[in-house]
Nanobody
Framework: QVQLVESGGGLVQPGGSLRLSCAAS????????MGWFRQAPGKERELVAT???????NYGDSLKGRFTISRDNAKNTVDLQMNSLKPEDTAVYYC????????????????WGQGTQVTVSS
């Protein structure tokens, strides 16, 4: 199996910063995409940012410039630096990775973390 451990959520004032971290472990041969998604109450889950093993990044609409995603391939970790946070950034943030578990079986599967709450409020 594959386990994802997220950390770094919490309560922050508007304009503040938070850094989320996610570590993947378990039966892993390689990780392609790593990323973060979020879901606010009453809304669908949406893309925050993803990053490939080669470092190519993709951000959700209007988030690039405030959010920065990075990863450490050696440690199987992905971080999300969030700056200039706004109340509308309040959501549960989910780490997600696309993993190939078996070296000889080129099948990839997406795994999800349990989520970490980010609340932006004064």
């Amino acid at each position: 199996q594959v386990q994802l451990v997220e950390s770094g959520g919490g309560l922050v004032q508007p304009g503040g910063s938070l850094r989320l971290s996610c570590a993947a472990s378990g039966s892993i041969f390689s990780i392609n995409d790593m990323g973060w998604f979020r879901q606010a109450p009453g809304k669908e889950r949406e893309l925050v940012a993803t990053i490939t093993s080669g470092g190519l990044t993709n951000y959700g609409d209007s988030l690039k410039g405030r959010f920065t995603i990075s990863r450490d391939n050696a440690k199987n970790t992905v971080d999300l630096q969030m700056n200039s946070l706004k109340p509308e950034d309040t959501a549960v943030y989910y780490c997600s990775v696309v993993v190939q578990r078996d070296r000889w079986l080129p099948v990839e599967r997406r795994y999800w973390g349990q989520g970490t709450q980010v609340t932006v409020s004064s």
